[in-house]
């Protein structure tokens, strides 16, 4: 059965700034449809990855970009399937509402018997109602709803492509909630593909079908939000999405057909499966997120469990979670996630400077690349 060749595909595209790389050898393909979002912190190279993708930047090095089958490599911004909403919005203060949204439509002659219907369609799509909203200015607008004219500006030219910088940083946290799960209902019911930027990882993991988390100008890990939560590849990518606990260690020897042991510089010994040909001497580092941690009195823990000793150092209040910071020696603080079932009628039963066991499955913990 023949494949659906991928709407935007880049092969090794980088580009430099000053000598500097921002991005180094980029690849991926992005499906019909699929919500793909670009994650990482400030400087590791999303943006200029998203601005070569819209036509603002150019690759270096011979690197490509296709878009529905074809080389666009060299293509204007305006002459590519994409449309674009900024995190500024970009709206023209002198234009309501209406005349915004048209912009694009009037810049590409669309017949103005057609414009009006457009128009009043999109700001329908973004749950603006045309009647209240498309006499009215920018600047009587709220920050949620300039930024859903932005969109529908952008989803008016029905472009294939839609790309997202950030476009909910500058809202306040309920409303960024909100128009995740806007974006995401759009994204189904169109069948536009939507590329995304952002350092916000809640907010790729909410929205995305496929996370790239970009480190230093490359893609660290692409995959789906459970894969790149659940499976991080590297310490950077397990420590940027959520949190994460990290020991380091040295594989002593296998105990069964599943499982090896590593011994840490202080000499205690936890286990690890045995995923692949582990070689006695080598070294090994994991990552066991909090939620995966169980705390238990000294000497409770159960005997297929790693099990490392320490003292309460801080229990920290997170609403729905409590975070036991637990001092496990070596300086070494682990990090377990509780679940609230409200503290206030059922008191937490750790305290400060208890002493514990901090336990977790050996099959919970990932073995990270170096």
Not at 173 to 186: D, G, N, P
Not at 330 to 341: D, M, P, S
Request: with cysteine; proline share 6%.
């Amino acid at each position: 059965m023949p494949t659906t060749p991928p709407v935007l595909e880049l092969r090794n595209v980088s580009r430099r700034f000053g000598g500097t790389p921002a991005v180094d050898g980029v690849s991926f393909s992005v499906a019909q449809g699929e919500f793909f979002s670009l994650l990482g912190p400030s400087g590791c190279g999303k943006t200029t990855t998203l601005r070569m993708i819209a036509g603002f930047d150019v690759p270096e090095n011979g690197g490509e970009i296709r878009m529905l089958g074809e080389v666009v490599t060299a293509r204007r911004p305006w002459e590519r399937p994409v449309g674009m909403v900024f995190q500024s919005y970009a709206l023209f203060p002198h234009l309501n509402v209406e005349r915004n949204v048209a912009f694009g439509l009037e810049e590409r002659r669309v017949p103005a018997t057609e414009i009006g219907e457009r128009v009043g369609r999109a700001l329908e799509l973004v749950r603006l109602d045309p009647a209240t909203f498309a006499r009215r200015r920018p600047t009587e607008l709220s920050g949620g709803q300039k930024q859903r004219v932005a969109l529908a500006r952008a989803l008016v030219l029905e472009p294939p492509i839609l790309l997202l910088d950030e476009p909910l940083a500058a809202l306040d946290l309920q409303l960024r909630k909100e128009m995740q799960f806007e974006l995401k209902r759009l994204n189904r019911q169109l069948g536009i593909t939507f590329i995304l930027v952002t350092h916000d990882q809640e907010e790729a993991l909410v929205m995305s079908d496929r996370v790239a988390v970009m480190h230093e100008g490359r893609v660290a890990q692409l995959g789906t939000p459970a894969q790149v939560y659940e499976e991080p590849r590297t310490a950077f990518v397990a420590d940027f999405i959520g949190e994460a606990n990290f020991f380091e260690g040295v594989v002593t020897e296998g105990d069964d057909a599943r499982i090896v042991a590593a011994r840490q510089a202080d000499g205690r010994l936890w286990r690890i499966p045995r995923d692949r040909g582990w070689v006695k001497g080598e070294r090994v580092a994991i990552a066991v997120r909090p939620e995966w941690h169980d705390l238990f009195l000294p000497g409770e823990a159960p005997p297929d469990e790693n099990a490392l000793a320490g003292t309460i150092v801080e229990i920290v209040f997170l609403g729905e979670t409590l975070h036991v910071v637990v001092d496990v020696g070596g300086g070494t603080l682990v990090r377990v996630a509780l679940r609230n079932e409200g503290i206030l009628q059922n008191p937490l039963q750790w305290q400060v400077g208890q002493a514990v066991e901090v336990a977790w499955l050996p099959q919970d913990a990932q073995v990270l690349e170096s």
